[in-house]
């Protein structure tokens, strides 16, 4: 993983002495506007790689319309799809050709949680770091910052978000997460995907 890469001159250290806390806190509000949203206001394509310490990586294929039309592809190990579609979680395990009802969701419901979740966590956001990077040759904004995440157990985690310049999408992320009984990281590589379209089991 690269580092920071933000440009140094004596005026950019002279002012960063001078305003080193508003820095801070403006570094701190980007990481927070970045971490609260909920998706993308796009449909992605998103490629995650999940590692708990001492095991073997897992991989998923996450495609996404809307809060209510998702799927989740796991491909290495394979398993059986997953997909929410209007209040329904489904499942296939023959790669889409049947699907099965698992159970009903609530989605406005689900959102209202993941947002008050989210602004639990968000009143415990330290250390950030704002800067530049590059991958893959492409110049990005790399936003990281510490916290503390409280739902179903405690965890210490840091989060690690890389942006276009110009429009703000998130095309990397990752979460190192910590806990008493294990350490788990994930990343995932997101994507636009403006021709994606999922199945609609009836």
């Not at 290495?76 to 209040?87: K, R, S």
């Not at 840091?158 to 990343?187: C, H, Q, S």
Request: hydrophobic share 35%; aromatic share 8%.
């Amino acid at each position: 993983m690269r580092t920071f890469n933000t440009p140094i001159g004596c005026a950019a250290v002279i002012l960063a002495g001078l305003s080193q806390p508003a820095f801070a806190d403006a570094c701190s509000s980007r990481f927070t506007e970045i971490y609260m949203q909920l998706d993308q206001g796009v449909a992605t394509k998103t490629v995650a790689t999940t590692q708990f310490k001492g095991a073997p990586a897992t991989v998923n294929d996450f495609l996404y319309l809307s809060q209510d039309h998702h799927m989740t592809v796991p491909t290495d190990p394979a398993g059986p799809w997953v997909l929410t579609y209007q209040n329904v979680m489904y499942q296939s395990p023959d790669e889409g050709k049947t699907w099965s009802k698992v159970r009903d969701l609530d989605s406005a419901q689900n959102a209202e949680g993941a947002i008050a979740a989210k602004k639990a966590n968000a009143e415990t956001i330290r250390n950030a770091e704002c800067g530049e990077d590059t991958v893959d040759g492409v110049p990005l904004e790399k936003v990281a910052a510490d916290l503390t995440v409280s739902q179903g157990m405690i965890t210490e985690n840091r989060y690690t978000y890389w942006l276009t310049r110009d429009e703000g999408f998130i095309v990397k992320a990752v979460y190192e997460t910590t806990a008493p009984n294990f350490e788990m990281v994930t990343t995932q590589t997101i994507e636009p995907a403006p021709e994606l379209s999922l199945p609609t089991p009836e």
